[in-house]
């Protein structure tokens, strides 16, 4: 449902972001990308997203491909970006509507969908104040509501539990799994082991742009015996 093949980014003459990354994330899954900063982590679910176009390779959500049909593509999944202070001018329902607008979700259909989850994240109240009012948290769960509010099969997501409390990621990790349950699926990046430990599927672990493990996480212990998953992945990215 959401494939990388050859994916390479070049910045400059030479610099390689991302080099030779493939993975394919199938329905029902939910996998965890993870890495140190500068690993490649963004700049590979720009390219998954069409927000760059790959020196090499080519992404693919749900049958689509990101470069060849960047509409369809883009139908089919919702993106949460490593930073939410974008439009922040516009209220929260305001923001909310300009998204569902250009996914042409229906009035009655998105009114459900936002009330729901603005209830889940605990922000009802405050959709009608301007975003710039609002905290880190407060303006992150607003672009998760915006960005699912077309309710796609593919979640791909870039940190998206940064700067929300204990409840809204518990939110956040609840509804990841709804979503996989239906037959979907999510990419998410982490900085977080233990999170990845606790709700993916499988990991892929990246460095220096290159992938260096992808699969479960009980079958990288078993690699490993004796060491936890921070460990494991200290040694693997500092080698």
Not at 56 to 83: C, H, L
Not at 137 to 143: A, D, I, L, N, P
Request: proline letters at 5%; one cysteine or more; aromatic letters at 8%.
């Amino acid at each position: 449902m959401i494939k990388a093949e050859n994916l390479s980014m070049i910045y400059g003459k030479d610099f390689k972001a991302v080099d030779g990354l493939s993975f394919d994330i199938k329905p029902g899954e939910i996998v965890g990308f993870a890495g140190p900063n500068g690993a490649g982590k963004t700049t590979a679910i720009k390219m998954l997203t069409g927000i760059l176009k790959p020196a090499e390779g080519r992404a693919m959500v749900n049958g689509f491909d990101v470069v060849k049909d960047p509409i369809k593509a883009k139908e089919n999944f919702a993106y949460v970006a490593d930073n939410p202070d974008m439009l922040l001018q516009l209220s929260g329902i305001e923001y909310i509507n300009f998204i569902a607008n250009l996914y042409k979700v229906p009035m009655e259909k998105r009114e459900a969908r936002i009330n729901e989850m603005a209830d889940r994240f605990s922000i009802r109240d405050s959709l009608g104040r301007p975003m710039r009012e609002y905290s880190h948290g407060m303006r992150q769960k607003t672009m998760v509501i915006a960005a699912l509010i077309h309710e796609p099969p593919a979640w791909i997501l870039d940190e998206p539990m940064t700067g929300l409390d204990p409840t809204a990621a518990f939110v956040l990790k609840q509804m990841m799994k709804e979503h996989a349950a239906k037959n979907n699926a999510v990419l998410f990046s982490t900085h977080v082991l233990e999170v990845a430990e606790k709700l993916c599927d499988r990991i892929i672990i990246i460095n220096h742009g290159k992938s260096l493990y992808q699969g479960t996480v009980e079958e990288l212990e078993k690699e490993h015996p004796g060491k936890d998953l921070e460990a494991i992945f200290m040694e693997m990215v500092s080698s």
